[in-house]
Each structure stands twice: as C-alpha cells, then as structure tokens.
C-alpha cells in the first residue's frame, strides 16, 4: 500500500502510545532527544500536533527517569514513566496500567520519528481496519541504502510475515530494502498479550516491539504493511539526523506559506516555526527569522536580514532590514520599523515610524509618532525594568535617551541628543542638552597650531 491523502475511518476506539524515553546519548546531551527542537517546538509537540488531528481518545507518552521537561511538554496528557531501560518492547508494556481497561485500537508511534504527518497515521490505520482480517498494521518504507534499520519480510502476497533487526538478520536479509519505521496499530486487546510473549533472546538482549509480528504470526493473525515516504519517516538519533529533520520541515513550512499565498523573495534562506502565521499578500525577503509566536498581517512587508519572536504585527506595517522584534512586540497597522532597530515588550501603535538605530523597550509608542535614530528607552535601572509611554505624535529628536519611568505627552517634542528623565505634557518641548560655545577663529588658530613646522 502506497500513502495517499485520505482521512481516517475508524470503526472503534483509537489510543495512542508515543515512546519518549530515550536519552539522546548519541547527540551527546543532557537533554532527553524528545526535546530537542524541530520548527521551534520540542520535536514530541511536532508528533503530537500530527497525532490531535486524528482526535485520539487516549494519548499515553512512555518517559524516562527524571523526564519531568517531556512530562510537562505532553501535559495534559497521561506520562508513564520506563524505569528500566529494557527495550522498546518493555517501554510498551508501560502503559498497560492506563490502558487495562481500554477497547479499541492502539497505535505506537516513536518520539525520535516527529514529521509522520496525519494522513500517513490515518493511511496505517486504515490499512488494518480496512483491510482482510488484519489484526496488526506496520509502517514501513523504502530505502537503496538501508543500513541501521530492521527489515520488512513479507511473503508474495505482501502480508508481513516478521521484522528483523539489523544485528539480528541474515546477510540475505540485509539486502531488504523495505524498513520499518517503528509505527505500528494494533487491533483491540492483542498488544498487551502479545508483548507478555516476547523474549529478550537477540544481540541486545533487549524486549524488541518488533517481535510481536512473529508471535502474532504463530497465533495465526494477520500483519500488513503501509508504506510512507523516507523523507517522513526519517528518524533522529544524532545532531545530524535532526538537522536533516529541521531541513525537511522547513521545506514543508515555505511550501505551505507559499501555497497559502505568502511571497518569499529567497524561500531557501527563510526560516520559519511550526506555528508561524500569515496573513495576505505578505512578503518576506532573504534571510528572515521567524521565531515562535509570531503572527503577521495582511500586506505586511518584511525586508532582508530581520529576527521576529514572539510578536504580532499587524497589516501594512513594514519591518527591516536588519531588524530585530523580540516576545511581547505589538507592531500596529502601518508602522515603520526600520534597519538596526530592537522592539522588546512594547506596544508601537498605528502609523508610527522609528526608521533606524534605536531601541525601544518596555514601551508604549503612540499612534503617528517619530522616533528619531540613536534613541533608546532605558528600561533598566540595575534591579528592575520599567515603562517608558510615548504619546501620539510625538516627536523624538535623534539620539536622545529616555529613562524610564517616563512619559513624553501627545505631540510633545524632545530635542536632539536630550536625556529625559521627567515626564513631559502634552505639546511641550524639552531639550536637555548643554549651551553650545562657539568661539571665532579657534578651528583656524587649532589648525595652525598642529600643522607640522617648517624645517
């Protein structure tokens, strides 16, 4: 069977079960592999996200020892915790005490396997229940080069006779190419009984899932296969496995915004999160970073080399180049924010510009003001953050500093290079800055006197 975009119809109950419990010894980190990050999102949300579609009644995820980070990240779903570290087939049997009293369908996906989409899990679904009186569905893929996977073996027919490991199989098997993936979905009650049967006889001396398939073969049931693409079934086990797996998501993330109507004037350098949302009509230039949480409207433009997280902008607005927005920015309806200027936890309302070189922190910026470059709001005083509320139509003046808590009235002015440290009212006008001296003559007599002598 081939993957193909359908949708599932389930005739029972479905329950999921996703094993999280490895450690990521190969990425040499402390961090479980569950968590590391895929499209800015530890990579078991990207799983789930996949999983909700299909509106499971139960999600189990199977973790290590002190894993309360992938506890968390799953909440509010069920975590069983694999004591012992004892196979694949072990951490299975884990959610037996939450799912004793289950009847329907259970599917056992893998956390280190995080971009199956929803159709390949409704296509294996289906496969079993759809299919002749089959009790266990597989999912499976092609490789030319299948080193490190267990192998498929089939017979004529295609019903899958068993699943051999690579360090267990035959020189003849080895040359199978069609692998599996560790996805599978069982029918109603079998899972449980099947694994109590499995032994730990094998090169690992490990309870390996896959032998479920050869002890549900001598009770007479039936397996089959569904096949997915390798590209989705693409497993991470090391730093470069999850950098192929970022790869790969960001292809589907720039093709989604591009079919969605999104212009991406450099789509190859356009780095976007799972949750990244457009409106219409957008455009996006080279190199931009779309970190998590951000949220852009319709016409918006975003010029070349710019670092959005965690922010709303709203239509019309244009940002960059060279601009950084960071958590808890909203950016109003036909803003104008400029190259080399930062936005942090502040609110720039409608139609205000703040062209070049400046920060702006902890903020309010009233609709139609000017920010003029080199200004900064300083928000921190050593100890605490504070608020700087900038009225509409102000003017600020280039290079001045605005020490928080401050307020600056609606269509006041402050003056070029001034530090404020009171508030200012409405349509006044403050300016800070030193007398200038100018005395006749002096850049002449200054000259004169350093200018080399003559011999």
């Known amino acids: 069977m081939t993957n193909q975009s359908i949708q ?28 590391h990050c895929l499209g800015g999102q530890p990579m078991i949300r990207q799983l789930l996200g996949s999983v909700e579609t299909l509106s499971p009644d139960r999600i ?16 509010p779903y069920v975590s069983v915790v694999q ?38 899990i409704s296509g294996l679904i289906n496969a079993r229940i759809q299919g002749e009186g089959f009790n266990i569905a597989v999912l499976g893929f092609c490789l030319e080069n299948p080193i490190g996977y267990g192998r498929l ?46 032994s730990k006889d094998n090169a690992k001396g490990e309870y390996y899932l896959t032998d479920v398939i050869s002890c549900a073969r001598d009770e007479g049931k039936r397996c089959a296969v569904f096949e997915g693409s390798e590209e989705e079934l693409h497993g991470v086990n090391s730093r470069a496995d999850l950098a192929r797996a970022e790869s790969i998501l960001q292809t589907r993330l720039r093709l989604r915004a591009l079919s969605n109507g999104v212009t991406l004037q450099d789509p190859s350098t356009t780095w976007m999160s799972v949750d990244t949302r457009f409106g219409k009509d957008v455009t996006v230039g080279p190199n931009v970073f779309l ?75 009233g609709e139609g003001a000017n920010i003029g470059a080199g200004t900064i709001t300083c928000n921190y005083d050593g100890l605490s953050k504070h608020r ?15 020490v928080a808590p401050v307020s600056i009235g609606d269509r006041a002015m402050v003056g070029a290079g001034s530090t404020i440290t009171d508030d200012i009212e409405a349509d ?28």
Request: include cysteine; aromatic fraction near 4%; glycine fraction near 10%.
């Open 388 to 402: 700087t509320d900038i009225g509409a139509n102000a003017f600020i003046g280039s290079n001045s500093a605005l």
């Open 8 to 35: 599932i119809r389930r005739k029972s109950p479905l329950a999921v079960v996703l094993l999280a419990a490895g450690k990521g010894t190969r990425m040499q980190s402390d961090r479980p592999k569950a968590m």
């Open 291 to 365: 970190g998590p949480g951000v949220d852009i409207g319709d016409r918006v433009e975003i010029r070349a080399f710019s670092h959005l997280e965690g922010v709303v902008v709203k239509a019309d607005a244009m940002i960059g180049p060279f601009a950084r927005l960071r958590p808890n920015a909203v950016v109003g309806e036909r803003v104008r924010i400029g190259n080399f200027v930062e936005v942090k936890e502040s609110e720039i309302e409608s139609g205000a510009k703040i062209n070049h070189l400046a920060y702006i922190g902890d903020a309010r910026v």
């Open 60 to 75: 189990v995820v199977v973790i290590g020892p002190d894993m309360d980070d992938v506890a968390d990240t799953v909440a």
């Open 153 to 198: 073996i089939t017979d004529e027919t295609g019903d899958l006779l068993g699943i051999i490991e690579e360090q267990d199989a035959t020189e003849e098997q080895r040359g199978i190419k069609l692998c599996n993936s560790g996805a599978m979905v069982f029918e109603g009650n079998i899972l449980f009984d099947l694994l109590e049967k499995i």
């Open 428 to 455: 006044a006008l403050a300016v800070t800055r030193a007398d200038q001296k100018t005395v006749k003559g002096g850049s002449a007599r200054w000259r004169k006197r350093h200018s080399p002598g003559d011999d």
């Open 83 to 120: 004591t012992e570290r004892l196979g694949t087939g072990h951490a299975v049997l884990q959610a037996r005490s939450v799912l004793k009293d289950f009847r329907g369908d259970v599917l056992v996906l893998f956390a280190d396997t995080p971009l199956i989409m929803a159709d390949t």
